[in-house]
């Protein structure tokens, strides 16, 4: 597992970018929040977090995640890193319990977590603190737990 601070700078800049550099992230004072990186060396390249919290579009479903957080370096896209990260997220939540893990996706990721078996679910909204919109997505536990000697979590 490693600390917020660990990944908190790619987070800050891939997706906050205008926010200052100390700034705290979303999920960041959430305490049992999980945080994971994917690592090049002692380089963070990948980054996501999960922590409980009740699904808004069915807050009655007990043992809900939430996956925030989900940032690649710009210059490692597309080689497979957010699904590693993605993976190792699915993975430990099912370890801990986990019955549904879902986020609320930025339309532009939404192949990306489609190919990692997340449904859409309800309405596209804006999201307040960026303005972008968004839509919730969820997706069953895994069916087995697995990990990846690249993602430390
Ligand atoms: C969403 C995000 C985290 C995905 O990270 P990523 O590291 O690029 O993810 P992956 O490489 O696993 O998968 C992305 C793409 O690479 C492809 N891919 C997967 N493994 C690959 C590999 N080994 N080689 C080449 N391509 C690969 C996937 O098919 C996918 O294709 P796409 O370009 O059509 O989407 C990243 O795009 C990002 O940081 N976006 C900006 C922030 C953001 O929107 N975060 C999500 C908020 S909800």
């Not at 600390?3 to 205008?18: G, H």
């Not at 939430?66 to 940032?71: K, T, Y």
């Amino acid at each position: 597992m490693v600390d917020a601070a660990a990944t908190r700078p790619l987070r800050l800049a891939v997706l906050r970018p205008t926010w200052p550099a100390d700034a705290r992230m979303p999920g960041d004072d959430r305490p049992g929040a999980v945080h994971l990186a994917a690592l090049d060396g002692d380089e963070v390249v990948g980054a996501g977090l999960v922590l409980a919290a009740p699904y808004p579009e069915r807050p009655a479903v007990e043992a809900a995640w939430q996956l925030r957080g989900m940032a690649t370096a710009p210059s490692r896209r597309s080689q497979g890193i957010g699904g590693l990260v993605l993976d190792a997220a699915v993975a430990l939540v099912a370890d801990r319990g986990g019955r549904l893990l879902w986020c609320g996706a930025r339309l532009p990721a939404v192949a990306f977590y489609e190919r990692h078996g997340f449904t859409t679910e309800g309405d596209e909204y804006v999201q307040p603190e960026t303005g972008l919109p968004h839509v919730h997505m969820w997706r069953g536990p895994a069916t087995t737990v697995g990990g990846s000697g690249k993602v430390s979590g």
